[in-house]
């Protein structure tokens, strides 16, 4: 029952992230990327990683997917590029294919069947990213602080009259 | 599920992400493509905490999160700066120091 739902959910996974490449409007390939991280939020979820799987649905599908469908609907995009040409869609979905299917038997055999019985939950993240982490911890907020800024001082409209 | 399977899923996510980046001229579309690239990395992150039992991938993909945060700011600010000066997003427009 696991095993078919992971293989739904991989499939959704790879159908919206070519969707993503693929269709014409920024905004019908937003929507397809919105399916595509909640879909990995379920991979993470698989993998025990519960913390990742709800913060990868707030932050990535909450809020900068909603950052992403409002400058393309303030900049009212539409797609006006030109669809690249099948043959060579096709030529590098055959490489691309041929290369995995070499590479799948290899990566098969290097890794075990299953891995430890490691749980994502806040407490584990938590306690590691404020012990052994903690430099980095504090560097994020400064990061964010400076992305703060930059994005208010970019975005702002200068005035004619100043210097 | 094995764990070589969430290895191939990645592979396949960042090459999708990848062709995107190369293919497509909307530079918005490109950034959600670079968003796809992020995270295939972060299940491959995700996929090796679970095989060493170690936390301190999980704690790689909250950083690499946060900075995808930051560069979601930062760029959608610079798309929209872009925009009012050249009313476009496609890289092609913005060729201003070509030779």
Known sequence: MTELLWYITAALAIGSGLGVVMLRMPLYSALSLVLHLFTMAAMFAFLDAHFLATTQIIVYAGAIMVLVIFVIMLLSLEGTEKRPSIFLIGIAGAAAFGLLYMMAPAIRRTFPMTGGSLQGDVGTIGKSLYTDYIFSFEIASLLIMVAIVGAVVLAKRIKKNAT | ?99
């Open chain 2, 1 to 99: 599920m094995p764990l070589s399977n969430y290895i191939l899923l990645s592979a396949v996510m960042f090459s999708i992400g990848a062709v995107g980046v190369m293919l497509r001229r909307n530079t918005i579309v490109v950034f959600m493509c670079i968003e796809i690239m992020l995270n295939a990395v972060n299940l491959s992150f995700v996929t090796f905490s679970k095989l060493h039992n170690d936390i301190s991938g999980q704690v790689g993909v909250f950083f690499v999160m946060v900075v995808a945060a930051a560069e979601a700011a930062v760029g959608l600010a610079i798309m929209i700066s872009v925009f009012r000066s050249i009313l476009s997003v496609e890289t092609t427009d913005s060729s201003e120091l070509k030779l």
